[in-house]
């Protein structure tokens, strides 16, 4: 990886660069939308990964191993975001961002409608297994290829004074989607029989995945490529620049921008995946009809930490607020081990948990992008935002999972507290980048 060096030497902010404040209203809705969509469709797989597919795909192992396949397969969708990423700019530089939005969100709709009618390893054997490993990186390059860049275009037209509040708003999809998918699950799961919870009651989960995804398709076509949004995007320089030349130049912004959402990243998935695979290794201890709601009520809590997250960044700035929540985070970590020791103990951590992911995540979304210049931005803030997940969240219910059961939860927290230290390393290297005039 070539140095950042060989970068111009000097960049701008992007406040300097903005142009005529644009319709940030608008353009958050569609945002709003199409993040609601993608983690809706996140979550459903993500929690039928804990509760449903080690049992229908892995009967033959015992229940830690069947769970650590299940997230295995899990993981494959982050593997082949960057991947998608890739495959379908080559769709969007050939026929437009219309047809690559269109061909990424039909085959997302697509995997997840299929997964919802796959019979399980009882039925086809391994088949089950190799075709829901197949379906998953459809997913994930789906999601790698749906990127419309709209939040970019959300914060370059969004005014300073209120870039944080605006920055919240790209990123509050994430828990209203996940409500919306552990509030569906919680009800299936209460009112449907086990077995048949087990045989078909989940499905109705992916079914409704997809009728969300066609309304997604229609709603972000409107936004991304409406001739008014397409002038926004050449105005304000958000149009694709060539990757080799991005990574050959630009390889340190690349790295610290990666680095800089792991806190938040590595927490997404502790404590909204994780505790459902801890709960039922332990049914004789915890109850998971009561985690499913335990969970409804931290989703909450992490919406309302997220609009306060963005209210106080606009007062004391982005790159300090995503400090500030891995610094807490990294508080978080002393005393996890002991969480585990008793049940209000779990449910402490649960709600502490997402309290913080909302305070953390809402500002976790691009804050470093003024590392790139103009005409790296968009495609800039395309390959951070794909690897940081990957590193930060793709992998996280797998280790924690092998962590937990080989070392303890102390081993977890100290996970969790590697993701920290990350953005903090990436704060502190993208303070050191910064030209001297500022």
């Not at 976790?364 to 935002?385: E, Q, W």
């Not at 990957?390 to 937990?404: C, N, V």
């Amino acid at each position: 990886m070539s140095s950042s060096a060989s970068a111009p030497s000097s960049v701008p902010e992007l406040d300097s660069e903005i142009g005529p404040v644009g319709r940030p209203d608008e353009i958050a809705v569609g945002v709003i939308i199409g993040r609601v969509g993608e983690f809706f469709d996140f979550f459903v797989y993500g929690i039928a990964s804990a509760l449903v597919f080690p049992g229908l795909f892995f009967p033959f192992a015992s229940a830690e191993d069947a769970l650590f396949y299940s997230f295995l397969i899990f993981s494959l969708g982050f593997v082949a975001r960057p991947i998608g990423a890739v495959v379908f700019r080559v769709v969007q530089d050939r026929y437009g961002r219309a047809a690559k939005l269109t061909s990424a969100l039909m085959l997302l709709g697509t995997a997840t409608v299929v997964i919802g009618f796959l019979p399980g390893y009882a039925a086809i054997g391994g088949t089950a297994i190799t075709v829901l490993a197949v379906l998953r990186v459809c997913q994930g390059m789906a999601v790698g290829g749906a990127w419309d860049g709209l939040p970019s275009l959300l914060a370059l037209t969004s005014p300073p004074e209120r870039r944080g509040w605006y920055a919240m708003i790209a990123q509050i999809g994430a828990p209203i989607g996940f409500l919306v998918a552990i509030c569906l699950f919680a009800y299936l799961y209460s009112t449907v029989p086990a077995e048949e919870f087990t045989a078909w009651g989940w499905r109705f989960a992916f079914f409704t995945a997809f009728a969300i995804n066609v309304v997604t398709l229609f709603a972000r076509l409107r936004m991304a490529v409406a001739p008014e949004s397409e002038e926004l995007f050449h105005h304000q320089d958000l149009v694709p620049s060539p990757l080799g030349e991005l990574f050959k130049n630009w390889s340190g912004a690349i790295v610290i921008g990666a680095l800089a959402p792991l806190a938040s990243y590595a927490l997404f998935n502790l404590v909204t995946i994780y505790p459902l695979a801890w709960v039922l290794l332990k049914p004789d201890e915890f109850s998971l009809e009561t985690l499913l709601w335990l969970q409804i009520a931290g989703g909450i809590l992490c919406l309302i930490t997220m609009i306060i997250s963005g209210k106080i960044s606009d007062r004391i700035g982005r790159e300090k607020m995503l400090g500030i929540g891995a610094v807490m985070i990294v508080l978080f970590t002393l005393p996890a081990p002991i969480f585990g020791s008793t049940q209000f103990g779990a449910w402490a951590f649960i709600l502490t948990g997402f309290a913080l992911l909302g305070f953390s995540l809402a500002q976790s979304a691009g804050a470093l992008n003024s590392s790139f210049d103009s005409r790296h931005r968009y495609s800039g803030a395309l390959v951070t935002h794909e690897l940081g997940w990957l590193l930060g969240a793709g992998f996280a219910p797998l280790i924690a999972l092998w962590l937990g059961l080989n070392f303890g939860e102390g081993a977890v927290a100290s996970y969790l507290l590697s993701g920290a230290l990350g953005t903090l390393l990436a704060l502190w290297l993208h303070s050191r980048r910064k030209p001297q005039a500022q």
